[in-house]
């Protein structure tokens, strides 16, 4: 043997949050599928990132997307209740000064907090994230025109009262 064994006595212990973390994962990866956990994989994996733990990388490559997102969730564990919401806190304030659209934000809240929610369904956490999501502006008017214009058009209409026009209506 070239290598003598470590003696088991002094081989450290992993921190708890590090066993909590894998056990969260694994939860977490099993009640989502698809794109869905692809995509909160992906924002698991830029607030590693924002944590300064790993470095970018391709978003579409899923062992460091999976591995990276593992980060995100020891750290957020191990920062608990207080820590974890001034550093999302602090990574949602960047998102919007860096012209994030508020949807975005939101989203990469989202996978924080249905990892977090997971947290708590296994019993490795008793609390939440107390960070409000990114009012989103509504950018366009789905509504349709008003009663008062439906008239006006209508009335007009009617003004003219050639078979063409009535079809219009």
Do not use: H
Not at 101 to 116: E, F, G, H, K, Q
């Amino acid at each position: 043997e070239l290598v003598p064994a470590i003696p088991a006595e002094l081989v450290p212990e992993e921190p708890p949050w590090i066993v909590d973390a894998r056990q969260v994962m694994e939860r977490f990866r099993a009640r989502r599928q698809g794109t869905t956990l692809a995509g909160y994989r992906t924002d698991l994996a830029m607030f590693a990132q924002y944590l300064g733990l790993t470095e970018p990388c391709d978003e579409r490559d899923p062992v460091r997307g999976g591995r990276d997102a593992a980060l995100a969730v020891a750290e957020l564990l191990r920062l608990g209740r207080f820590g974890a919401n001034a550093k999302v806190g602090d990574w949602q304030a960047q998102m919007v000064m860096a012209g994030r659209s508020p949807r975005t934000v939101n989203r990469r809240l989202a996978a924080i907090n249905s990892m977090l929610t997971t947290a708590r369904q296994t019993g490795v956490i008793d609390w939440k994230l107390d960070i409000p999501g990114v009012p989103v502006m509504r950018t366009s008017n789905r509504e349709g025109p008003a009663a008062i214009k439906i008239a006006t058009i209508l009335a007009a209409l009617e003004e003219e009262g050639d078979d063409e026009s009535i079809r219009d209506v």
